[in-house]
Antibody, heavy 120, light 109 residues
């Protein structure tokens, strides 16, 4: 069974750092496109970052230079290192497995999410 | 504002048919995928590609596309269909990160 489990969220002060983890089971993360998506309280979904099987990484403008996506193949885990956090980064963060069909990348599996709250 | 535009809210009477739409320039060239999200839960993929449904998604949900508009149609809406629905497709501003619509809250009356 395919499963994604995120951990690492919590309350952090503005300017602080946090690392989210997403442990995958039932498949290997290095064989798929993998992403992080966030959802601010009461708001819609925002695609934050993606990592390709060839290790290329891409980011939304809102997090570029502050967030880093990576993976550890030996632990079958996806990470999101978040630095210089701002109040507007407060959100539930989901990891997702991506498939690409006819030029469109979609999410066929999602984790349950982990809440990040940036507040003093 | 999002590159994909959805109506914020739509309602449907129990057992009736409802169409949820998503508009954007990228939809002229690329399919949308659709996600259902219930309160406190992660999104779930319900439609991708040209009207494909993952295993376990009821066939009363279907997808279509015309011009710059993608649609999710629920034929014979059930109480359990009440949820937020998000479309997703390729962004015009990025070849790597896609974009989500703002979401449509579906109420089943």
């Amino acid at each position: 069974e395919v499963q994604l489990v995120e951990t690492g969220g919590g309350l952090i002060q503005p300017g602080g750092s946090l690392r989210l983890s997403c442990v995958a089971s039932g498949f290997t993360v290095n064989s798929y496109y993998m992403s992080w998506v966030r959802q601010a309280p009461g708001k819609g979904l925002e695609w934050v970052s993606i990592i390709y099987p060839n290790n290329s990484t891409y980011y939304a403008d809102s997090v570029k230079g502050r967030f880093t996506i990576s993976r550890d193949n030996s632990k079958n885990t996806l990470y999101l290192q978040m630095n210089t956090l701002r109040a507007e980064d407060t959100a539930v963060f989901y990891c997702g497995r991506n498939l690409m069909v006819q030029g469109v990348t979609y999410f066929d599996q999602w984790g349950q999410g982990t809440l990040v709250t940036v507040s003093s | 504002s999002s590159e994909l535009t959805q109506d914020p809210a739509v309602s449907v009477a129990l057992g009736q048919t409802v169409r949820i739409t998503c508009q954007g320039d990228s939809l002229r060239s690329y399919y949308a995928s659709w996600y259902q999200q219930k309160p406190g839960q992660a999104p779930v993929l319900v439609i991708y590609g040209k009207d494909k449904r993952p295993s376990g998604i009821p066939d009363r949900l279907s997808g279509s596309s015309s011009g710059n508009t993608a649609s999710l149609t629920i034929t014979g809406a059930q109480a359990e269909d009440e949820a937020d629905y998000y479309c997703n497709s390729r962004a015009t501003s990025s070849h790597h990160l896609g974009v989500f619509g703002g979401g449509t809250k579906l109420t089943v009356l």
